[in-house]
Nanobody, 120 residues
């Protein structure tokens, strides 16, 4: 089993910055991709950013140029640096990890979510 522990959410004014972290632990053979999704009230969960094991990144158009995703493979940790935050960025942010374990093989795991609130 894989556990994902997120941190770094909170309340910030528009234009401010936050840094989210997500650490994966457990009996992990390897991690392919890690990423961040978000879900605002009344909306579907959407991809924010993802990073593959070779560090290739993918961003939602709405955050390009403002958010940066990175990972530390030695710590099985992914980060999301969020700059120039906007009120529409208010949502619960979820960490996502595709990992290989002996029990489940390749499987997608989710964190519990961390609230990000951007005030105008």
């Amino acid at each position: 089993q894989v556990q994902l522990v997120e941190s770094g959410g909170g309340l910030v004014q528009a234009g401010g910055s936050l840094r989210l972290s997500c650490a994966a632990s457990g009996s992990i053979f390897s991690i392919t991709a890690m990423g961040w999704y978000r879900q605002a009230p009344g909306k579907q969960r959407e991809l924010v950013a993802a990073i593959a094991s070779d560090s290739v990144t993918n961003y939602a158009d709405s955050v390009k140029g403002r958010f940066t995703i990175s990972r530390d493979n030695t710590k099985n940790t992914v980060y999301l640096q969020m700059n120039s935050l906007k009120p529409e960025g208010t949502a619960v942010y979820y960490c996502n990890c595709r990992a290989v374990t002996a029990v489940r093989g390749l499987y997608t795991y989710w964190g519990q979510g961390t609230q990000v609130t951007v005030s105008s």
